[in-house]
């Protein structure tokens, strides 16, 4: 549409004159001159990270690639989607079912099931990107730089549109020299990549974490709830990579070697160095993605550690405090939900679910004082809760849905954890993906929020069995994973490191997954 405006004036009115900018005459401009060491290294860091983030946020969006404006992410109701499937109506299609390949040479870690991996990179690599961005502005606002990429009046957007009538009619304008000042459509590209696409970027990826959609719903909402903030975090990724292209033709277009040497050298003359080191930062980058893929492959636990490390204490301190609190209301329960996990195929699961589960038992075990053997009939003597929530799945989907059981605090509080017991694991009937049970831990800190639940009825009916029938827990601050289906036992024990193999749950084990994921 504003090409062809662009279009139509260009060819009736002609090229509308730009003003000569101050900046065009070399020497004679006042305010910024030249690119300082702390614009050219956070501009080479920034490069480095945020394809970093790019690279590995393609990872995360196949492993449920479709995007949606609505809660309840019912398939059909995607508003794009990149796999060549309708989902199937005469089967069982889980989330995993549907997650798709994508290549390693444009995502990292790329290839089928690498969410986790995906996002350790990410998760480690948005550190570099916030304090790149942090000292980058910080560096503008104490300085006259600021100058070059904050519109001072109002005129900019008009001048703007007559440098955009130019490029679209494929007629440079009369170009300023970037080493003084920058025309006014670049200078509003630049100021929206950095004041309004990188936090909005940032914002929109906190609007998905479990932990603060379901303690503040409001906060999603600003975004149009859950999953419009993560269709606009992919957008924001389509705009990063316009901005990139677009940037990168125009640098080679109007000058590249002297448009080189000022954001590598800091100097404005016509030599290659600038271009010769540039093709060798640029050489350091893709290097930079060829050892991500080598670490993805060879060495994911560590990576798995290193994220760990990082998030961990951070986490702990700030989305771990967030308290759930049920805030939605019946007629937001979503018509779909999507399910996950493979069926148990246990001989004595399938014989419980024979019998509706009537001789089923919860074995309550490990470090407790009062281990005991519940009957879902004991459990709604011990006193039932209802909470209607907002499910979170590592893989991006969501769904809302009332649930109904035994606080796990209750629990807690019946059986009397001795006072070294700091974490309770959940065992499945059901098998992972790569074989092995199901099981998952939670610290006791948060399997006492007032959220958590071991839930046995699902929108008012006896949980269903791809649900996770008879039992199934529910923690509404963290991603859907944690949240063990099919219950055989629960077991308390000192560190979560005794259990397979020490990172906390099959996911954890097997795919590298998060400890604590409250985002
Ligand atoms: N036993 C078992 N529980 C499981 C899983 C599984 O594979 N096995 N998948 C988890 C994942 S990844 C999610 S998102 C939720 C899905 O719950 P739903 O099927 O009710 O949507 O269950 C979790 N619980
Ligand atoms: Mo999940």
Redesign the pocket.
């Known amino acids: 549409m504003p090409l062809i405006l662009a279009w139509v004036q260009g060819a009736v009115l002609g090229l509308p004159y730009i003003a000569p900018s101050p900046a065009s005459h070399v020497g004679a401009a006042t305010g910024p001159h030249g690119f300082p060491f702390w614009i050219r290294w956070s501009h080479f860091f920034n490069i480095f990270f945020l394809f970093m983030l790019m690279r590995s946020g393609l990872s995360i969006l196949m492993d449920h690639p479709r995007l949606y404006f609505n809660d309840d992410c019912t398939p059909g109701t995607e508003w794009i989607r990149f796999t060549p499937l309708k989902v199937p109506t005469d089967r069982v299609w889980t989330?995993k079912d549907d997650a798709r390949y994508i290549s390693p040479l444009v995502a990292l870690p790329g290839y089928r099931h690498t969410v986790g991996v995906a996002r350790s990179w990410h998760f480690i690599n948005i550190y570099g990107f916030v304090l790149t961005g942090l000292f980058f502005v910080g560096g503008l606002l104490t300085s006259d730089q600021w100058l070059r990429l904050i519109p001072t009046s109002p005129t900019v957007f008009a001048q703007a549109w007559n440098t955009f009538v130019h490029y679209a009619n494929f007629h440079f304008p009369p170009e300023p020299d970037g080493f003084y000042g920058y025309n006014a459509l670049q200078q509003l590209a630049y100021f929206a990549t950095v004041f309004i696409m990188a936090p909005l970027s940032i914002l929109a990826g906190i609007a998905m974490s479990p932990a603060v959609v379901n303690s503040f719903p409001a906060y999603a909402r600003i975004f149009g709830g859950r999953q419009s903030a993560r269709s606009i975090h992919f957008l924001l990724l389509v705009g990063f990579i316009a901005f990139v292209a677009i940037h990168v033709t125009l640098v080679v277009l109007t000058g590249f070697a002297r448009n080189m040497n000022h954001i590598v050298l800091g100097t404005d003359d016509l030599r290659s160095t600038g271009m010769i080191l540039g093709f060798v930062g640029i050489a350091i980058i893709v290097l930079s993605w060829i050892a991500a893929h080598y670490a993805s492959w060879f060495f994911p636990r560590a990576l798995q550690h290193v994220q760990r490390a990082i998030t961990l204490p951070l986490k702990l301190i700030t989305l771990d405090r967030l308290v759930p609190s049920a805030r939605y209301t019946k007629e937001q329960i979503s018509p779909h939900?999507?399910?996950?996990?493979?069926m148990p195929e246990r001989q004595d699961w399938k014989t419980l679910a024979a019998g509706d589960f009537k001789n089923y038992k919860l074995k309550v075990c490990g470090l407790v004082e009062n281990p005991v053997e519940l009957s879902i009939a004991d459990m709604r003597a011990l006193g039932a809760q209802e909470t209607i929530t907002m499910?979170h799945?590592?893989q991006g989907w969501s769904?809302i849905a009332q649930w109904r059981g035994l606080s796990l605090g209750k629990l807690i509080e019946h059986v009397k954890p001795k006072p070294y017991a700091k974490v309770v694991a959940f065992y499945?009937f059901?098998d992972?993906?790569y074989g092995g049970a199901?099981y998952d831990t939670q610290d006791i800190y948060n399997a006492r929020k007032p959220e958590c639940l071991l839930a046995f009825e699902m929108n008012g009916q006896p949980l269903p069995a791809?649900?996770?029938a008879p039992l199934?827990l529910r923690v509404e601050n963290q991603l859907?994973?944690k949240?063990?289906?099919?219950i055989e036992r629960i077991e308390f024990t000192e560190s979560e490191k005794l259990l397979g193999k020490g990172e906390g749950g099959k996911?954890e084990d097997d795919e590298y997954f998060d400890l604590l994921p409250n985002i």
């Open positions: 989330a939900f999507w399910p996950n996990g493979k499910h799945c590592i769904g499945s059901g992972g993906l199901y791809v649900y996770g199934r859907g994973y949240m063990v289906k099919w996911n």
